[in-house]
């Protein structure tokens, strides 16, 4: 809204109030004062709908339900970011590292027109780690051939991941950032992470079967899930658990790898089981023993396990 129209100064007690207009210039006449309030505008990213956050190593999609970035667990709101094709970034079609991408948004156009123009940037942030990686654009302006419509082109940092055993796709908060300021409209961009296990980290990643046998009981329980590894860090979910204490699978886990040693928390219903063993130096297999806390389901039960990968993502 300009602060002058044609006819009489629209400026009144600091708002924008147009008083006169002239009739050759504007289709009507207003015989007394309408105030228009007038907003400091922002950058704010063109929304998109929602979408869940999607694991390469459960592609059967659990949907937002599960609560975890690396179950699909999250949903996440999707702002208009396209890759250099023109396809929108979303969980089925995530970004990669090192790639350009185009955000598309409003709002920009009060620090285009400073003189000279301020600097725009943009800072993504992990979702749940809050690590901030400070991205250089390329390019910011208005989008040719569109009214009122910005563009900021942007490389993901290649350095952005850190070394993982599994694919995975982390979700990245995107601010734009300008004199200081940070503007969100609090959506996200997927980043897909392709597994690069560090050198001399064995490598559990996959789909594994595992069997257990309880030496307090007598019983035999059968597990099929997924690992997925980051580093030295293990975490995922049985999908088919043959245990009383699990009515509804699936039952999660996370864990840790030193050298061959391989520990696991599996948590059954309410109560926790503790997993302990070696890996084969290539990783297709493990063994060990278990015991479980006195109370509930596992009422102190303990015996012995052994799992085979049948397949490496």
């Given at each position: 809204?300009?602060?002058?129209?044609?006819?009489?100064?629209?400026?009144?007690?600091?708002?924008?109030?147009?008083?006169?207009?002239?009739?050759?210039?504007?289709?009507?006449?207003?015989?007394?004062?309408?105030?228009?309030?007038?907003?400091?505008?922002?950058?704010d990213?063109?929304?998109?709908?929602?979408?869940?956050?999607?694991?390469?190593?459960?592609?059967?999609?659990?949907?937002?339900?599960?609560?975890?970035?690396?179950?699909?667990?999250?949903?996440?709101?999707?702002?208009?970011?396209?890759?250099?094709?023109?396809?929108?970034?979303?969980?089925?079609?995530?970004?990669?590292?090192?790639?350009?991408?185009?955000?598309?948004?409003?709002?920009?156009?009060?620090?285009?027109?400073?003189?000279?123009?301020?600097?725009v940037?943009?800072?993504?942030?992990?979702?749940?780690?809050?690590?901030?990686?400070?991205?250089?654009?390329?390019?910011?302006?208005?989008?040719?051939?569109?009214?009122?419509?910005?563009?900021?082109?942007?490389?993901?940092?290649?350095?952005?991941?850190?070394?993982?055993?599994?694919?995975?796709?982390?979700?990245?908060?995107?601010?734009?950032?300008?004199?200081?300021?940070?503007?969100?409209?609090?959506?996200s961009?997927?980043?897909?992470?392709?597994?690069?296990c560090?050198?001399g980290?064995?490598?559990?990643?996959?789909?594994?079967?595992?069997?257990?046998?309880?030496?307090?009981?007598?019983?035999?329980?059968?597990?099929?899930?997924?690992?997925?590894?980051?580093?030295?860090?293990?975490?995922?979910?049985?999908?088919?658990?043959?245990?009383p204490?699990?009515?509804?699978?699936?039952?999660?886990?996370?864990?840790?790898?030193?050298?061959?040693?391989?520990i696991?928390?599996?948590?059954?219903?309410e109560?926790?089981?503790?997993?302990s063993?070696?890996?084969?130096?290539?990783?297709?297999?493990?063994?060990?023993?278990?015991?479980?806390?006195?109370?509930?389901?596992?009422?102190?039960d303990?015996?012995?396990?052994?799992?085979?990968?049948?397949?490496?993502?």
């Amino acid at each position: 809204m300009p602060q002058n129209v044609p006819g009489q100064n629209s400026a009144y007690n600091g708002s924008a109030s147009i008083i006169v207009a002239n009739t050759s210039n504007l289709p009507f006449v207003l015989s007394t004062p309408l105030p228009i309030r007038v907003l400091p505008w922002y950058p704010d990213i063109f929304l998109l709908g929602s979408d869940c956050s999607f694991d390469p190593a459960f592609p059967s999609g659990a949907g937002c339900s599960l609560g975890g970035k690396n179950s699909g667990g999250y949903s996440f709101l999707r702002g208009a970011i396209t890759d250099t094709a023109g396809q929108i970034v979303f969980s089925g079609h995530p970004a990669t590292a090192g790639s350009y991408y185009t955000i598309w948004l409003t709002g920009l156009g009060q620090f285009l027109s400073d003189n000279p123009p301020s600097l725009v940037t943009l800072n993504l942030y992990e979702s749940g780690k809050g690590s901030k990686h400070q991205v250089n654009a390329s390019f910011v302006g208005l989008a040719p051939g569109f009214v009122g419509l910005d563009q900021i082109n942007f490389q993901i940092p290649a350095n952005i991941f850190q070394p993982t055993c599994s694919d995975q796709e982390l979700e990245f908060f995107t601010y734009v950032v300008e004199g200081g300021m940070e503007y969100s409209s609090g959506t996200s961009i997927p980043v897909l992470i392709p597994a690069n296990c560090p050198a001399g980290t064995i490598n559990m990643a996959g789909s594994w079967q595992l069997t257990a046998n309880s030496s307090t009981f007598g019983l035999r329980f059968e597990a099929d899930g997924q690992i997925i590894q980051m580093g030295n860090s293990l975490s995922g979910q049985f999908t088919t658990l043959t245990s009383p204490c699990v009515s509804h699978p699936p039952a999660t886990f996370t864990g840790t790898l030193s050298g061959d040693a391989v520990i696991l928390n599996v948590t059954e219903g309410e109560q926790v089981v503790f997993f302990s063993g070696t890996v084969s130096p290539d990783g297709n297999s493990a063994t060990g023993t278990y015991s479980a806390p006195s109370g509930g389901c596992t009422n102190a039960d303990k015996g012995t396990w052994s799992g085979i990968r049948v397949s490496i993502p």
